[in-house]
């Protein structure tokens, strides 16, 4: 793992980063193309993940601007059943943990449309979402959900607190993750919880993505990517200390970290130890356990491939399923485009009528499927599988298959898959 001078850590200012994969570089992966976009060039930016050889934060460069990436976005998170679910069971969860009520006030960063604070609405809590994408964060207003457009900073977090009060649980769910200035994101945090409140932040697991090779996860607007180690010493910077973590199966494998103010924290619990314990054995307490990553997100590649250029030597149809961000990553670092995936459908309208950024596929309404009865389906949120297995479960009709590209390539009859999921 050679080590490369690229600006330094953000976290820790130290330089000399070290490789963990050269990904090429490709479009920022929300950036959906219009039709009249397509005779126009795209701008392409690096994606190269590396490692700080001091802090051992994993980290991409900050090549792309958030503002311009979240102002507008094509992501809507109650599109996916799946997602609400898991949003309901972390409200009623967090009520019953923190003890809240009518008197307490939760606010959540990077809250989208809505989809998890309609549950803290309909409970009678009191509540805030800041979300700076306009057109989702319109849409969590038109569902009664009160939202405030802006990114978090200390300053926002302080007028925020100024006008409504200290939180006593912030919530930044995949988030963390998404803001180059880690240090200012911490201190907007801190800002906003009270003395005596709660942050919970859920984050992909960097022990999964490394152990599973979930390289499409890796994109310009995934800034970092954590362990319970990396995130606490992020958080530490503005007197945050994690108390406790749980592991959920949430994009393919993420972490629950739950933080107080440093004066109340307390000892780590129980399954937070184990978790530390166990990314350590994994080696990604140093350099070690990034080694070899980049030949195993080789081998997916051409697994890929492989199967799509047989496909179509065959005479048999592959069409996508899912327009996600990662999906993106995938598609433009295997090169693959209309001639061998002719479509991919989504369920979100804003997608519909747009093309995949940098590969170029159109985006389709769902039902296209059933009209064109392709031979096998390309599953590219793959995070998904039970609930899209489900819902794909028609394609046992006609004999079509399901195929999920990672952690490893698998072909699957969607009827099998309904009945383990």
């Given at each position: 793992?050679?080590?490369?001078?690229h600006g330094g850590c953000r976290l820790c200012g130290a330089r000399d980063l070290a490789s963990v994969v050269d990904l090429g570089a490709s479009p920022p992966c929300e950036s959906f193309l219009s039709a009249a976009?397509?005779?126009?060039?795209?701008?392409?930016?690096?994606l190269h993940l590396r490692v700080c050889p001091e802090c051992f934060l994993v980290q991409l460069p900050p090549l792309i601007d958030p503002a311009e990436t979240f102002t507008e976005y094509a992501y809507f998170s109650?599109?996916?059943?799946?997602?609400?679910?898991?949003?309901?069971?972390?409200?009623?969860?967090?009520?019953?943990?923190?003890?809240?009520?009518?008197?307490?006030?939760?606010?959540?960063?990077?809250?989208?449309?809505?989809?998890?604070?309609?549950?803290?609405?309909?409970?009678?809590?009191?509540?805030?979402?800041?979300?700076?994408?306009?057109?989702?964060?319109?849409?969590?207003?038109?569902?009664?959900?009160?939202?405030?457009?802006?990114?978090?900073?200390?300053?926002?977090?302080?007028?925020?607190?100024?006008?409504?009060?200290?939180?006593?649980?912030?919530?930044?769910?995949?988030?963390?993750?998404?803001?180059?200035?880690?240090?200012?994101?911490?201190?907007?945090?801190?800002?906003?919880?009270?003395?005596?409140?709660?942050?919970?932040?859920?984050?992909?697991?960097?022990?999964?993505?490394?152990?599973?090779?979930?390289?499409?996860?890796?994109?310009?607007?995934?800034?970092?990517?954590?362990?319970?180690?990396?995130?606490?010493?992020?958080?530490?910077?503005?007197?945050?200390?994690?108390?406790?973590?749980?592991?959920?199966?949430?994009?393919?494998?993420?972490?629950?970290?739950?933080?107080?103010?440093?004066?109340?924290?307390?000892?780590?619990?129980?399954?937070?130890?184990?978790?530390?314990?166990?990314?350590?054995?994994?080696?990604?307490?140093?350099?070690?356990?990034?080694?070899?990553?980049?030949?195993?997100?080789?081998?997916?590649?051409?697994?890929?491939?492989?199967?799509?250029?047989?496909?179509?030597?065959?005479?048999?149809?592959?069409?996508?399923?899912?327009?996600?961000?990662?999906?993106?990553?995938?598609?433009?670092?295997?090169?693959?485009?209309?001639?061998?995936?002719?479509?991919?459908?989504?369920?979100?309208?804003?997608?519909?009528?747009?093309?995949?950024?940098?590969?170029?596929?159109?985006?389709?309404?769902?039902?296209?499927?059933?009209?064109?009865?392709?031979?096998?389906?390309?599953?590219?949120?793959?995070?998904?599988?039970?609930?899209?297995?489900?819902?794909?479960?028609?394609?046992?009709?006609?004999?079509?298959?399901?195929?999920?590209?990672?952690?490893?390539?698998?072909?699957?009859?969607?009827?099998?898959?309904?009945?383990?999921?």
């Amino acid at each position: 793992m050679p080590s490369e001078d690229h600006g330094g850590c953000r976290l820790c200012g130290a330089r000399d980063l070290a490789s963990v994969v050269d990904l090429g570089a490709s479009p920022p992966c929300e950036s959906f193309l219009s039709a009249a976009a397509l005779e126009a060039p795209e701008m392409t930016f690096p994606l190269h993940l590396r490692v700080c050889p001091e802090c051992f934060l994993v980290q991409l460069p900050p090549l792309i601007d958030p503002a311009e990436t979240f102002t507008e976005y094509a992501y809507f998170s109650s599109f996916s059943h799946s997602w609400l679910e898991h949003a309901e069971r972390f409200t009623a969860g967090a009520v019953e943990r923190l003890g809240l009520d009518g008197d307490s006030f939760v606010v959540e960063v990077a809250s989208n449309d809505g989809y998890l604070l309609r549950n803290v609405v309909a409970r009678g809590l009191r509540c805030l979402g800041i979300e700076p994408s306009v057109n989702v964060g319109e849409a969590a207003r038109e569902a009664g959900v009160p939202t405030l457009t802006a990114f978090l900073d200390e300053d926002t977090g302080a007028a925020v607190r100024h006008e409504h009060g200290r939180a006593d649980l912030v919530v930044a769910n995949n988030v963390y993750a998404h803001i180059p200035d880690i240090l200012g994101f911490t201190a907007g945090l801190r800002a906003l919880v009270a003395d005596d409140g709660w942050v919970s932040i859920e984050v992909q697991h960097l022990l999964s993505l490394i152990e599973s090779t979930q390289y499409d996860t890796i994109y310009h607007e995934h800034f970092q990517y954590y362990t319970v180690a990396t995130a606490r010493r992020a958080l530490a910077t503005s007197g945050l200390t994690v108390v406790d973590v749980e592991r959920l199966p949430t994009h393919g494998g993420s972490i629950r970290l739950w933080a107080r103010p440093a004066a109340v924290a307390g000892a780590p619990s129980e399954r937070m130890l184990e978790t530390l314990a166990e990314e350590k054995a994994a080696g990604l307490h140093d350099l070690s356990g990034y080694a070899g990553f980049a030949r195993r997100v080789e081998a997916v590649r051409l697994d890929l491939l492989e199967f799509l250029i047989q496909a179509k030597r065959r005479g048999e149809r592959v069409v996508g399923y899912g327009a996600p961000g990662k999906g993106n990553t995938l598609l433009n670092h295997c090169g693959i485009r209309p001639d061998l995936l002719p479509y991919t459908v989504d369920r979100n309208p804003y997608k519909h009528g747009r093309y995949t950024p940098g590969t170029r596929i159109p985006i389709l309404a769902p039902d296209r499927i059933a009209q064109d009865r392709p031979d096998y389906v390309l599953v590219l949120p793959w995070n998904l599988r039970a609930e899209l297995s489900s819902q794909l479960g028609y394609l046992a009709g006609w004999g079509g298959r399901l195929v999920f590209p990672i952690p490893r390539l698998e072909i699957v009859t969607p009827e099998r898959e309904v009945i383990g999921a």
